[in-house]
């Protein structure tokens, strides 16, 4: 006889059980658009991806790069086409002129000595366009500023202004970025979005060791340790603390000018505690060490990177698994 | 005058408008007809999905993103619960089929064109899902969240079916992996006995035995009060 018929229970109902337990039918049925944005994901990093790992009839064929470099074409055109348009009107305002421009490339800094004696580092992968009144930032820039009460010190980012008397502070907002955020080191300074109007706006006060994050929702202040690491970058040091696998490699392309690419989603959300010495550490040697934390390893072509989960595959000599060395015990004592 | 010019030329670009890849979606209603026409055989509904699917993997061979946009739609769904067997909340799971879509995409070359592709699908999603799983006790914690939420759902029914119900639930836990998946496959997703023999690595007997010693399990642990 049946055992579990005191219950009331059959085998129907215990299948039923799993079919809707074990078969996760809380989970709703995707639509045919939601798998398109999945599907579409997987393809593309797999074309990118494609470059090396698939044989060589797989490749991306021609007629995909052609339009790739249309693309490139006529965004530039554009850009012109703005710039023209721009330089024209703004000659129509002398007191707008655009007096100088600074632009630096990735892996690049550069450090500009600004009318009336003061001070200005740029980031990595960062435009600048400094005018009489005001300096409109892209990305990532550090200020010394000598006071000139007649002259107050403007700075522009998309989405914020900062106004400023005598203060040390770095300001940030890269094309990508929805906020921008302003770090103080020394001094103060008074901060509004960029559509308020200058005088009926709240400013917000920034005060040393400050750091704030401006979006279009408001603006956050933060106090403590975490704010002073963000003007680390003008002396070459880059400070994550907790921060997602995908920012780290973001920033670490910006810096060392390569191309990093993370395969797996797991992996790029894993958060990161990591201080990397920008002059004194290869990349190489970066991702090495974000490989043994994070255990994966990376895989280099050309100035393009791709970081894998799992360890390395063992070095081969046609197919031949070689030997390795012995371990160095110097390195594993501490010397 | 001015203010706004630099707003206009640094404000950030609106959203990136990248075309889809080649068209996709306009494809389809083609691409699954030609693919219908080279089926010929429609007497039985699982065996003709097979052959759309074998069909599918031959084009994604030839380098086809828009037949394997159509193979995973059919799956996706089943995918990303069977994977929620394993790791427990929706979103880890989207991940887990996420990665594996970008490696299936990655070597397709390596699809196979005979037997049931669905079962590979599965496969490569059981192995990925038991990558990503680190420890058992996270299924368990998984299975005791979804238990919880089960129980308040079931609060309507009498008390010896629900007490029955919480019991093969502790059950299910403590299954082997193996038992489990393949009662999740089974019954969960409804593959065919031979396909979860595929997937789980064993012949189509010894799948039979598997299930047979699961439910049997199972059978035990909801009679187990009154015996």
């Known amino acids: 006889m049946f055992p579990g018929c005191c219950t009331g229970m059959d085998d129907r109902d215990i299948i039923h059980h799993l079919t809707n337990r074990l078969g996760r039918s809380d989970i709703p049925p995707y639509a045919d658009a939601e ?16 470059r090396w790992t698939l044989p060589r009839g797989a490749r991306t064929p021609w007629w995909e790069s052609v339009r790739s470099v249309r693309r490139v074409l006529a965004t530039t055109a554009l850009t012109m086409l703005v710039v023209t348009i721009g330089r024209t009107l703004f000659q129509q305002h002398p007191a707008e002129t655009i007096v100088q421009q ?8 550069l450090t500009v000595q600004l009318a009336g004696g003061s001070t200005m580092i740029l980031g990595p992968a960062t435009s600048v366009e400094v005018t009489s009144s005001a300096i409109a930032v892209t990305g990532e820039a550090y200020f010394a500023v000598v006071p ?72 956050t202040v933060m106090s403590g340790t975490a704010a002073g690491t963000y003007t680390d970058w003008t002396r070459g040091m880059l400070v994550f603390n907790k921060v997602p696998l995908r920012e780290v ?57 791709v970081v894998t989960p799992g360890r390395a595959p063992l070095p081969t000599h046609h197919g031949i698994p070689v030997r390795q060395p012995f371990p160095q015990l110097e390195q594993s004592y501490g010397r | 005058m001015a203010e706004s010019l630099l707003q206009l030329y640094f404000s950030t670009p609106a959203a990136d408008e990248t075309p889809r890849p080649a068209g996709i979606a306009s494809r389809h209603a083609t691409l699954l007809d030609t693919v219908r026409h080279d089926v010929h055989h429609v007497h039985d509904d699982a065996v003709d999905m097979d052959r759309i699917d074998i069909a599918l993997v031959q084009r994604i061979h030839a380098g086809d993103a828009g037949a394997f946009d159509l193979l995973i739609r059919g799956h996706f769904t089943a995918l990303v619960r069977f994977a929620a ?42 192995n990925h899902a038991l990558n990503v799983l680190k420890h058992n ?17 079931s609060r309507g029914s009498d008390e010896a079916t629900r007490d029955a119900l919480a019991r093969l639930d502790a059950v299910i836990v403590t299954l082997p992996e193996r038992q489990r998946s393949a009662l999740a496959l089974r019954y969960g997703q409804g593959l065919r006995v031979a396909e979860v023999a595929a997937v789980v690595g064993i012949s189509t007997k010894a799948a039979e035995q598997l299930l047979v010693r699961a ?8 009679a187990s009060e009154h015996s």
């Not at chain 1, 630096?104 to 800094?109: D, F, L, S, Y």
């Not at chain 1, 550490?281 to 990376?298: P, T």
């Not at chain 2, 996270?138 to 308040?152: P, T």
Request: net charge positive; charged share 25%.
């Open chain 2, 85 to 126: 067997s394993f790791v427990g909340t929706r979103d880890a799971a989207e991940d887990v089929v996420q990665d594996v879509l970008t490696r299936l995409w990655m070597r397709r070359h390596h699809m196979p064109t005979t037997g049931s592709v669905r079962a590979f699908l599965f496969t490569a999603t059981r």
């Open chain 1, 148 to 219: 000139h009460p007649e002259h107050p010190f403007v700075v522009h980012t998309a989405n914020t202004v900062v106004r400023v008397l005598g203060t040390r502070f770095s300001v940030r907002q890269y094309v990508d970025e929805a906020q921008s955020r302003v770090a103080v080191d020394a001094g103060r300074v008074g901060l509004r979005l960029r559509g308020a109007h200058a005088d009926t706006a709240a400013q917000t006060v920034v005060s040393a060791r400050m750091c704030a994050q401006i979006s279009d929702s408001g603006v």
């Open chain 1, 35 to 50: 798998v398109a944005r999945f599907v579409e994901r997987a393809v593309q990093s797999g074309v990118v991806l494609g």
């Open chain 1, 102 to 109: 600074y632009h630096t490339a990735p892996g690049r800094r």
């Open chain 1, 249 to 305: 490699v973001a920033e670490l392309t910006r810096t060392y000018g390569a191309d990093i690419r993370i395969v797996d989603t797991t992996l790029a959300n894993r958060r990161m505690r990591i201080d990397v010495a920008v002059s004194e550490e290869s990349l190489s040697q970066v991702l090495d060490v974000i490989g043994d934390v994070a255990n994966a390893h990376y895989v280099r072509d050309g100035h393009v990177y």
């Open chain 2, 137 to 153: 006790r996270v299924v368990a914690r998984s299975m005791e969240m979804l238990s919880r939420e089960q129980s308040i759902a």
């Open chain 2, 215 to 222: 439910l049997r399990t199972l059978r035990a642990a909801v």
